[in-house]
């Protein structure tokens, strides 16, 4: 049983224009949630994070929503950029566990000129 | 920032071979290390957190004697792959979490190793 889900395996997006992710989880235990970003023959690197007690951290251009009565949470990205192009991952973090992290499957973004 | 230093990131041998494949931690110690495997178009799969010091913890249905976890020091874990067959061809990838973060997080991620078995 997956517990972290991202349902779009891809998205296309206008560059200047609002990129949205979206990530859903399922265990209730989950209390500190990331998304990585990953360009190919790399491995991913930090992006943005949110502690369960929050719904909304902003960092620049990058905006992370938690909504934790839905176990939901997106990013979104504005404007988008072609450099933005990546794969993104979204992790999620019990913290009784010993700190693991589970990840979705990752959403492969495009933003085209 | 923190970096991690994976190697190699090319492995292509025979089956029966065993695969040892480094993760550094360049500026930073690591007590705390986690072993990843990736397929094609899927997650992230933790098979193991390394310990410095002390025995990995192995996730469920990881074999333990296949996968072979060292973490000697605190800058540097290593995973044997041993006696490598072609069903263990996958991306490995490695990270750590920087010095003195809560809850381990945020993770700094190695460049992976892509392990191809004939």
């Known amino acids: 049983d997956q517990q972290v889900k991202q349902n779009s395996p891809s998205l296309s997006v206008q560059e200047g224009r609002i990129s949205i992710l979206n990530c859903d989880y399922t265990n209730s235990m989950f209390d500190y949630f990331l998304w990585y970003k990953k360009y190919p023959a790399e491995g991913p690197t930090f992006l943005i994070s949110?502690?369960?007690?929050?719904d909304k951290n902003e960092d620049g251009r990058f905006t992370v929503f938690l909504n934790k009565s839905a176990k939901h949470l997106s990013l979104h990205i504005v404007p988008s950029q072609p450099g933005d192009s990546a794969v993104y991952f979204c992790?999620?973090?019990?913290?009784?566990?010993?700190?693991?992290?589970?990840f979705g499957d990752g959403t492969t973004l495009t933003v085209k000129p | 920032g923190a970096v991690v230093s994976q190697h190699p990131s090319w492995v292509i041998c025979k089956s029966g071979t065993s695969v040892k494949i480094e993760c550094r931690s360049l500026?930073?110690?690591?007590?705390?290390m986690f072993w990843y495997r990736q397929f094609p178009k899927q997650s992230l799969m933790l098979m193991a957190t390394s310990n410095e010091g002390s025995k990995a913890t192995y996730e469920q249905g990881v074999e333990k004697d296949k996968f072979l976890i060292n973490h000697a020091s605190l800058t540097l874990s290593t995973l044997t792959v041993t006696s490598a067959h072609p069903e263990d061809s996958s991306f490995y990838i490695c990270?750590?979490?920087?010095?003195?973060?809560?809850?381990?997080?945020?993770?700094?991620f190695g460049d992976g190793t892509r392990l191809s078995i004939l």
């Open positions: 500026d930073f110690q690591a007590t705390t």
């Open positions: 992790a999620a973090v019990d913290n009784t566990n010993a700190g693991k992290s589970t």
């Open positions: 949110i502690s369960s007690i929050k």
């Open positions: 990270s750590a979490p920087a010095a003195r973060t809560p809850f381990n997080q945020p993770q700094h």
